[in-house]
Nanobody, 123 residues
Framework: QVQLVESGGGSVQAGGSLRLSCAAS????????MGWTRQAPGKRRELVAA???????NYADSMKGRFTISRDNAKNTVYLQMNSLKPEDTAVYSC?????????????????WGQGTQVTVSS
């Protein structure tokens, strides 16, 4: 059993930065791929970024160069550094844990989800 708790969301102006954190309980964090998803009102959920157990990362095209996902297995925590934020980045961001060791969107099937944290970017 893994419980995920996000923090770090909030409101920021366009061009600003936020760092999201996701703390995982349980001793199996290091064996799970981790990802960040987001869902804006009226839109489908999308995978923002994912990281394998070995630290290999992958990003959605619109996030490349702006977002960075990282993990600290010693702290059971995954991070999402978001820079150059745009109003269209406004969404609820959730972390997720997948038992399949992948960072590929088409194979990242979460078993556990966090509750989500709101990110609002104003123009």
């Amino acid at each position: 059993q893994v419980q995920l708790v996000e923090s770090g969301g909030g409101s920021v102006q366009a061009g600003g930065s936020l760092r999201l954190s996701c703390a995982a309980s349980g001793s199996i964090f290091s064996s799970y791929s981790m990802g960040w998803t987001r869902q804006a009102p009226g839109k489908r959920r999308e995978l923002v970024a994912a990281i394998t157990t070995g630290g290999s990362t992958n990003y959605a095209d619109s996030m490349k160069g702006r977002f960075t996902i990282s993990r600290d297995n010693a702290k059971n925590t995954v991070y999402l550094q978001m820079n150059s934020l745009k109003p269209e980045d406004t969404a609820v961001y959730s972390c997720a844990a997948s038992p399949i060791d992948t960072n590929s969107e088409d194979r990242f099937y979460p078993r556990y989800w966090g509750q989500g944290t709101q990110v609002t970017v104003s123009s």
